[in-house]
């Protein structure tokens, strides 16, 4: 039984949310958000990475970088282009990439979920990455980045929906990247109930991304308990800022892989073992794409080329069959010795977004092979996250990103 609450968020003042919204605050590096606040001042990014307002002589985690984040914030609520609802709202919030659309619900999800794993994880976090947005909540006292959630498809929640979209949107716009971005207000109570008791109805939620963020949402919130004794569990700090989709809403893209060398084999060395474990298929140089699970596509010597695992190598375990993992297991680790692609820095990651025409680039810049994957899909997700199971590295890349700054909620 998930706890999934409305809220009364902060948000844009009407009219402002275009040049307000931004993209995560770890799509970019220190330079790039720089520029980004640059082209637009009133960009959120400017508070979701704070450093943006000082010169290269503060450190990106300087605690006075935290503080600007919160008097930025909240002068901007002070002045009004940032508003709070007055009641408790669930939200739709539908993007549209490329001409398809995903539709989820804003609302916050309890840390007493997470904890207990209705809400599901299958990635571990580092520490040192949870710290940074520990110290961004507490001290502005706010969860600014939305967390992404799923579950399995709910008609209540589908109907309400579907209802809801025939209204006024309260914001709809285009972001500068070409995605739509809608949000309707839901406010009516009787909806907001229906919401309410859907969510309890639903056995698992699962973090489709932005595991640190949920981590340290949880670490302010069990913080917060600690210095509140006397906590009922109704507290703000008790949840975190979510967008939930449901499965048949979601996309999960490729991301591939490039590779620096070929680990002292020549090019005909490195073809003949993987034929051990593939059937080969050339393609020359039409860009290939894997079209079904078990392939994967490889550039080489500027070709391309079909690889198709043989059968007696498949797996049906949820981590072992994953297309992820079969390139882990009988190209990278054998045959090019990258034991753990975490850490081994002759290896690369490129999301799906960015096409094939990236790694080709890439092998023509700085590395020498490139390996595009087939999509994890939304069930292999959900099937390792229920066996209690942890991903490889890189196994998703989800598109359109959530936009920060389109809801803020206070702890």
């Given amino acids: 039984m998930a706890k999934i609450k409305a809220f009364k968020s902060i948000r844009p003042k009407k009219g402002l949310e275009q040049r307000i919204a931004a993209l ?93 794993n209705v809400i599901k994880k299958h990635e571990n976090t580092r520490a040192e990455k949870e710290i940074d947005r520990i110290n961004h909540v507490g001290t502005c006292n706010a969860q600014t980045g939305p967390i992404f959630l799923a579950y399995r498809s709910h008609e209540v929640i589908n109907q309400i929906v579907d209802t809801v979209k025939k209204e006024q949107a309260l914001y709809d716009f285009v972001a500068p990247d070409g995605v739509r971005h809608t949000v309707w207000v839901i406010s009516k109570q009787d909806q907001v109930q229906s919401i309410a008791k859907a969510f309890e109805e639903v056995d698992s939620i699962y973090i489709a991304d932005g595991h640190h963020r949920a981590a340290s949402a949880v670490k302010v919130g069990l913080n917060r308990r600690e210095e509140n004794k006397e906590y009922t569990g109704l507290e703000e700090f008790n949840y975190f800022l979510s967008v939930l989709f449901p499965d048949d809403q979601l996309m999960i893209m490729d991301y591939n892989r490039v590779v620096k060398d070929l680990n002292g084999l020549n090019q005909e060395e490195f073809m003949n073992q993987i034929i051990n474990k593939f059937e080969i298929e050339r393609k020359g140089n039409v860009q290939y794409k894997p079209e079904n699970k078990g392939e994967i596509s490889m550039y080489l010597g500027d070709e391309w080329y079909k690889l198709k695992l043989r059968k007696e190598f498949m797996s049906d375990h949820p981590i072992d069959g994953l297309d992820v993992s079969i390139l882990q297991r009988e190209v990278l680790a054998p045959i090019l010795n990258i034991q753990d692609p975490k850490t081994d820095n002759r290896i690369d990651f490129v999301g799906g977004i960015r096409g094939l025409t990236e790694l080709e680039k890439r092998v023509a810049n700085d590395c020498v092979v490139a390996f595009a994957m087939y999509p994890t899909s939304i069930e292999e997700l959900f099937a390792i996250s229920d066996a209690g199971l942890l991903m490889p590295p890189k196994s998703t890349w989800f598109e359109p990103k959530l936009r920060s700054g389109l809801f803020i909620h206070q702890i």
């Fill in 24 to 116: 995560p605050y770890d799509v970019y590096n220190r330079n790039e958000a720089i520029e980004e606040v640059k082209k637009e001042p009133m960009s959120f990014l400017r508070i979701d990475r704070a450093e943006t307002q000082f010169d290269d002589s503060v450190d990106t985690y300087d605690p006075k970088v935290y503080q600007k984040a919160h008097d930025l914030l909240w002068e901007m609520v002070e002045d009004g282009e940032f508003i709070k609802e007055e009641q408790p709202c669930y939200y739709i919030y539908e993007l549209t990439m490329n001409g398809r659309s995903q539709t989820g619900i804003t609302a916050c999800a309890s840390i007493d979920d997470y904890l207990n």
